[in-house]
């Protein structure tokens, strides 16, 4: 069977979440891989700089420097935190330009606080968490101060597909979160206005990423804009 040159592979960035590193997302990149997308799994420092810097600088840096200018498709899977970061992203390209970039595919968020996360709120008063987990704890609260609310709805017509977990091993957390569940992330909280599609899958905050059912909706998504 013949290679294929880069130009005629999509490509998909994978974003994780707060506190972690590409390593989350090995398992989810490897079977994205061998359903033919060219991988790019980013690290990104979710502690130590500020989500609106990582938006603004970090981000555009790395996409001119490990995505192929030829690739077909531009696609996103992000974990928690980074689809925050993705929406901020395409948010600062919306108001301030250049244009999105001509080739954005879909995206595919998993577990995303999109309207904020209870525990998150709670932890972030906390000294402690936010030595452990840095000032971008303090941003993914539910008011409407917090950035997952100022960001607003979708800022594109690109097809976006959420995939939320109802499977809670915090009961911590889940008491300051309302029912259905991830841990930190509510079901509810999931949801964005403009959003293609939705689903759950039964699995935690962090299991989403390891659950069997995960990469083949995300896989489907990206090639169809639809889970089933």
Same mark, same amino acid.
């Given at each position: 069977?013949?290679?294929?040159?880069?130009?005629?592979?999509?490509?998909?960035?994978?974003?994780?979440?707060?506190?972690?590193?590409?390593?989350?997302?090995?398992?989810?990149?490897?079977?994205?891989?061998?359903?033919?997308?060219?991988?790019?799994?980013?690290?990104?420092?979710?502690?130590?700089?500020?989500?609106?810097?990582?938006?603004?600088?970090?981000?555009?840096?790395?996409?001119?420097?490990?995505?192929?200018?030829?690739?077909?498709?531009?696609?996103?899977?992000?974990?928690?935190?980074?689809?925050?970061?993705?929406?901020?992203?395409?948010?600062?390209?919306?108001?301030?330009?250049?244009?999105?970039?001509?080739?954005?595919?879909?995206?595919?968020?998993?577990?995303?606080?999109?309207?904020?996360?209870?525990?998150?709120?709670?932890?972030?008063?906390?000294?402690?968490?936010?030595?452990?987990?840095?000032?971008?704890?303090?941003?993914?609260?539910?008011?409407?101060?917090?950035?997952?609310?100022?960001?607003?709805?979708?800022?594109?017509?690109?097809?976006?597909?959420?995939?939320?977990?109802?499977?809670?091993?915090?009961?911590?957390?889940?008491?300051? &979160? %309302?029912?259905?569940?991830? @841990?930190?992330?509510?079901?509810? =909280? #999931?949801?964005? +206005?403009?959003?293609?599609?939705? /689903? *759950? &899958? %039964?699995?935690?905050?962090? @299991?989403?990423?390891?659950?069997? =059912? #995960?990469?083949? +909706?995300?896989?489907?998504?990206? /090639? *169809?804009?639809?889970?089933?």
């Amino acid at each position: 069977m013949p290679t294929l040159a880069l130009s005629e592979i999509e490509t998909v960035v994978l974003l994780h979440g707060l506190g972690v590193g590409g390593w989350t997302m090995h398992c989810l990149g490897s079977a994205l891989a061998r359903d033919g997308f060219h991988v790019v799994n980013l690290s990104y420092p979710s502690r130590t700089v500020l989500l609106e810097t990582l938006a603004r600088d970090w981000l555009p840096a790395q996409l001119a420097a490990h995505v192929p200018a030829a690739s077909p498709r531009l696609h996103f899977v992000t974990h928690s935190m980074g689809g925050i970061l993705v929406r901020a992203w395409l948010g600062r390209q919306s108001r301030t330009g250049p244009a999105f970039p001509a080739n954005l595919g879909r995206v595919v968020m998993l577990a995303p606080p999109n309207a904020g996360s209870e525990a998150a709120e709670r932890l972030g008063r906390s000294g402690l968490f936010r030595a452990l987990l840095g000032p971008n704890l303090s941003l993914l609260g539910t008011a409407p101060q917090h950035l997952p609310q100022r960001l607003g709805p979708w800022p594109t017509t690109a097809e976006l597909g959420i995939i939320a977990g109802n499977r809670s091993v915090n009961p911590l957390a889940s008491i300051w &979160v %309302p029912k259905p569940n991830d @841990g930190p992330v509510s079901v509810a =909280a #999931t949801h964005l +206005a403009g959003e293609t599609a939705h /689903r *759950t &899958v %039964p699995a935690s905050h962090t @299991g989403i990423l390891f659950h069997s =059912a #995960t990469a083949r +909706a995300v896989s489907m998504f990206l /090639r *169809t804009g639809r889970f089933d």
